[in-house]
């Protein structure tokens, strides 16, 4: 019922940019959070970034002052600006949102999208 997208990843250089966009489509009513998780090779799976509904924010601490989290909620879409790119940020980036199907939902279902590869080359 909920399809996740991720866009935006590929290889870039040390100290370069990228933005991540995740589109959602399907039965989305509302959105409580959207979140932006990555897994590095050989690494466990880590929360990068999220946003809450009422628009706060929370960053990794490895993360913080070089990636920013935004939203769009007109068109369910989350986004990722990813500056200063380390090689440690290599990965693969998963969006994940947190939404009600249906307006007589009672609870919020976790969806992820099939994640984005980021390569940051030294």
């Known amino acids: 019922q909920v399809q996740l997208v991720e866009s935006g990843g590929g290889l870039v250089q040390a100290g370069g940019s990228l933005r991540l966009s995740c589109a959602a489509s399907?039965?989305?009513?509302?959105?409580?959070?959207m979140a932006w998780y990555r897994q590095a090779l050989g690494k466990q799976n880590e929360l990068v970034a999220s946003?809450?509904?009422?628009?706060?924010?929370d960053y990794a601490d490895s993360v913080k002052g070089r990636f920013t989290i935004s939203r769009d909620g007109a068109k369910n879409t989350v986004y990722l600006q990813m500056n200063s790119l380390k090689s440690d940020d290599s990965g693969v980036y998963f969006c994940?949102?947190?939404?009600?199907?249906?307006?007589?939902?009672?609870?919020?279902?976790?969806?992820w999208g099939r994640g984005t590869q980021v390569t940051v080359s030294s």
């Open positions: 946003i809450t509904n009422d628009g706060n924010t």
């Open positions: 399907g039965s989305i009513f509302s959105i409580r959070s």
């Open positions: 994940n949102y947190e939404v009600r199907t249906a307006y007589s939902a009672t609870y919020y279902s976790s969806h």
